[in-house]
Structure formats: structure tokens, C-alpha cells
């Protein structure tokens, strides 16, 4: 039995006994590869985190966060993990001749999520164990690796990888100034229409590898935004309309957004022009702890005035009441696809005890909240009303 707490090597190659995962997973995919997929990539990833934040660094957090994973795991294997300012992503597969790693187009080419290290990771479930047979650096794979244009990756061979995991930790404190990361150009937005009608072509669960159906950068722009990925990933499992905030405040939070943190919660508002006690009104509306450099805010979605003018409040506010809002702190609302309108932030120009933006709402329209500097484990979401 190996001793997944320590790990060992093997050739230099570090072997873990996997942490056991249930396969029957909490989420749905829309095919069996996905689902292969998605419980391969669970299993690696329960195991080599629990083994780095024990054995290398505690502060190691899946990027963007583990709500995100199945909508990236339906249609891209791998997983990326945020440490020490940097990014490594395990590439893992079920093949056992180990001869190479394949990183997908995605894990490369789109800024947002290139990472500093690629890990080739080998699974024998049957055996119980997972194998870290090599890692590269993303200036490797840029300008080393092949890239295959039928499938969308790029692969080195075994023997151009770094076998021993070791060599990375010792690298990083002998030379910290290395190059790992190659230079990747900016992604073009993709307009609304664009992305509704990417949605609708690629939800059906028939096409088996969407990510291969529509050029890299219409697909690299699609995905990148959290709220259409994961739109992507709920047509695919067959629901066709999202749940609106006003869903949310009736019948409960979705599970996802209680992954993300969302919660349904009572609030007291004055009635406008009064001051007294009996003037407080209760209000129900949305709450999100989010943790930005260091401190932690909550952010409230309020309805305002009469439900049927569809009114909302975002606000923004410290969850110790000692605290103020620091000066340059921003609270931002964009359309879907990422678009200002008027009136759709808030600044504090000095310290604040709260941000808020107001805004009256189509029926069904969605919006994406932002806050500078950007919260930790932050995604962009949307928000439908």
C-alpha cells in the first residue's frame, strides 16, 4: 500500500494512492466520456491537492473554484490549481504506456487560463494508485511541443519532460526569476448574438466533443466567460431556461450558485422620509461573502419598490462593521457580454461604508457583477432577472 499522506517515487516519479471518490458523482455530464472525464479528473485532483497543501504549500485553491469544475470537465480535461502566485495544471490519463502528455488547446492559448506548469499524470484505478510521470513549463509547450490541429492539443514526448516533481519545487527557490510562461495574444470578444447562437449549436448533447466544432477562438471567447460556460454546460444537461434571482428568493437558492456562496437572507431597509424604528421594513434578498485582499465583503442583491418594475440593488459592504470600504475599491455591473451601460458603477473615492449600483431590468435579462481589485476564487457569473 502506498502512503498517499508522503508519497514516494518510483523512477523518480511521484506515486500517490488515491484518495477514494465515489463514481457516482454528484453532477450530471451529458455523455460517458464526460463522465469518465469529469470522475478521472476528480480523482487526481482530490489526491495531488491533498498531497501539495500537506507535503508543499496549504494555500494551494483550484482555480477558478471547485463550482466551476463540472462545466469545464464536460467539455476539456484537466484541472488547474492556484499556489504560491503561480498555476499548475494536472493533465491526467487512463492509458498506461505513459509515453506523453497532451495538453488541450484551451489549458494553453486562452490568457486567462494558461498556467506556469503542465503535469502528465497516469490513473490505475484499478490499482489504486496515480503516477506524476513528468511536468513541463507553458514556455516548453509553446515553443517544444507539437501541436495537433485534429484534436486540439499539444504533446510532448516523455523523455522532454522533467520526471522528477522535485526539480519544480527546487527550481522556484533557486531561481525564481524563470521564464515559464510563454507569450499568448488577448482572445477577441465575442459579441451576445455570437454567443446565443454558439449555445444553441453546441448544447445538444449528440456533439460529442463541442470544443472541436467551432474555430479555437469563437470556442476559446465562449468558454472563458464563466456565466456562458456554464450555461453551456445546463443546456447539455437539458435544461433549457436558467433560474432567475426571483427563482432563487421563492423556491431556493440552485445549487450552484450555493457552491459560489449565494444564500437567501432578510434585510432591513428604512422607508424613504422616516427615520423611527417602526419605519424598518424587511426586504429578501440575495447574500455572497467574497474575501478581496485579504478582508471579506458581502455582496446583497436586493429587489426594490414593486416587484413588477423589476428593480434591483447590488451592494457591496464590509462584514466587519469596523471596517470601511478602502478608497479605489470598484463595484461594476456589464451585460452578458461584458458591455457598460450608464450609471453601472460605483467608486470609493474615499472610505466607504458601502458601494451599490441600482438598475431597472428587463424580464430575463442577465447581468455580471465585478469588483476591483478582483475577489479571490472570482469568476464571472450571470446573474438573470
Not at 494555500?59 to 502566485?85: C, K, M, Q
Not at 498506461?96 to 486562452?110: A, C, N, T
Not at 447562437?197 to 468558454?223: C, M, T, Y
Request: aromatic letters at 10%.
Amino acid at each position: 500500500m502506498f502512503d498517499h499522506a508522503v508519497g514516494f517515487a518510483v523512477d523518480n516519479d511521484l506515486v500517490l494512492e488515491v484518495v477514494q471518490t465515489s463514481p457516482n458523482l454528484e453532477h450530471n455530464y451529458s455523455t460517458p466520456g464526460a463522465c469518465q472525464r469529469a470522475w478521472v479528473n476528480q480523482v487526481c485532483l482530490t489526491t495531488f491537492l491533498d498531497w501539495l497543501q500537506g507535503e508543499v504549500t496549504p494555500h494551494a485553491r483550484v482555480y477558478p473554484n471547485t463550482a466551476a469544475l463540472p462545466s469545464i470537465w464536460e467539455v476539456v480535461n484537466g484541472t488547474a490549481v492556484n499556489f504560491d502566485n503561480s498555476r499548475l495544471v494536472l493533465i491526467p490519463t487512463l492509458a498506461m504506456d505513459g509515453d506523453e502528455l497532451r495538453v488541450p488547446q484551451e489549458w494553453v492559448d486562452i490568457p486567462e487560463w494558461a498556467a506556469d506548469y503542465y503535469l502528465a499524470v497516469q490513473l490505475n484505478s484499478d490499482a489504486g494508485w496515480m503516477r506524476v510521470f513528468g511536468y513541463t513549463t507553458h514556455q516548453q509547450v509553446k515553443t517544444v511541443g507539437v501541436y495537433d490541429g485534429s484534436d486540439r492539443t499539444y504533446s510532448l514526448e516523455s523523455d522532454q519532460l522533467i520526471s522528477d516533481l522535485n526539480v519544480l519545487w527546487v527550481t522556484r527557490q533557486l531561481s525564481p526569476q524563470e521564464i515559464t510562461r510563454a507569450s499568448v495574444a488577448p482572445l477577441p470578444p465575442l459579441p451576445q448574438t455570437q454567443a446565443d447562437n454558439l449555445l444553441q449549436r453546441l448544447s445538444h448533447a449528440d456533439i460529442k466533443f463541442p470544443r472541436l466544432e467551432v474555430p479555437f477562438q469563437l470556442w476559446g471567447a465562449l468558454i472563458t466567460h464563466g456565466g456562458w460556460r456554464q450555461r453551456l454546460y445546463e443546456l447539455r444537461q437539458g435544461v433549457v431556461e436558467s433560474a432567475s434571482v426571483g427563482q432563487w428568493l421563492q423556491a431556493g437558492v440552485a445549487n450552484f450558485a450555493q457552491q459560489l456562496g449565494w444564500e437567501r437572507r432578510q434585510f432591513l431597509a428604512i422607508s424613504s422620509g422616516m427615520r423611527s424604528a417602526e419605519s424598518q421594513v424587511s426586504l429578501l434578498g440575495l447574500s455572497r461573502q467574497i474575501l478581496v485582499a485579504g478582508n471579506t465583503y458581502e455582496l446583497r442583491v436586493i429587489s426594490q419598490g414593486d416587484p413588477n418594475e423589476n428593480i434591483w440593488r447590488f451592494e457591496l459592504h464590509p462584514t466587519n462593521s469596523d471596517n470601511l470600504i478602502p478608497v479605489g475599491f470598484q463595484l461594476r455591473l456589464l451585460t452578458e457580454d461584458l458591455q457598460p451601460f450608464p450609471h453601472n458603477e460605483d467608486t470609493a473615492t474615499i472610505p466607504r461604508e458601502e458601494l451599490s449600483v441600482e438598475v431597472m431590468l428587463e424580464t430575463g435579462e442577465g447581468l455580471v457583477w465585478e469588483v476591483t481589485p478582483l475577489p479571490l476564487d472570482y469568476e464571472r457569473e450571470i446573474l438573470r432577472f
